[in-house]
């Protein structure tokens, strides 16, 4: 899920949210959370939810199915 992970990294830093803060909020380690974000591991659904919520968007937007809001920083590109 390559474009989950652009889009996780994409959200975080439109918000300029350290890792960290975020890995807490959604009771992950900071370790599982980068691994999303590197495309080297796979959210289960559950934890998916939670990312959606925590950034606001629907889980088409954060999947890549639809395209994230405009104001989410989509034109970072890591």
Known sequence: ?????KNLLALR???????EKVSKALELSAKT???????VRD???PVLVK???YYGVTLDQLV???????????????
């Open 13 to 19: 830093m439109a918000r300029k949210l350290p890792r």
């Open 51 to 53: 990312l959606a919520d």
């Open 43 to 45: 959210p289960s659904a």
């Open 64 to 78: 890549g199915r639809e395209p994230l809001p405009e104001n989410t920083g989509r034109k970072f590109q890591p």
């Open 33 to 39: 959370y980068e691994r999303y974000e590197k495309n």
């Open 1 to 5: 899920m390559e474009q989950l992970a």
